[in-house]
């Protein structure tokens, strides 16, 4: 019984990439987290300090619930 080398290697790829993007969105390096954080001290505009704001709560409520980090603020830009 020949084995498809094409299908298990697909299928490999396939859960790869899907286990780095869940990743990518759930482990947010300490060094953008501190960028975050000075970003939102920094930053003297209202909207891009909001937007900031939203982002850096986004983050703390995915580590609390152990999901991904949501990136849409809700606004326009």
């Not at 990518?24 to 953008?32: N, R, Y």
């Not at 709560?57 to 580590?63: C, G, K």
Request: proline letters at 1%.
């Amino acid at each position: 019984m020949a084995i498809d080398t094409t299908t298990n290697l697909q299928q490999t790829v396939e859960d790869a990439s899907a286990h780095l993007y869940v990743w990518a969105l759930k482990d947010i390096p300490q060094d953008l987290r501190d960028a975050l954080a000075e970003a939102v001290e920094t930053e003297t505009h209202k909207v891009g300090k909001r937007i900031l704001e939203t982002i850096n709560t986004n983050v703390s409520v995915a580590d609390v619930c152990k999901n991904m980090v949501c990136k849409d603020t809700g606004l326009a830009v």
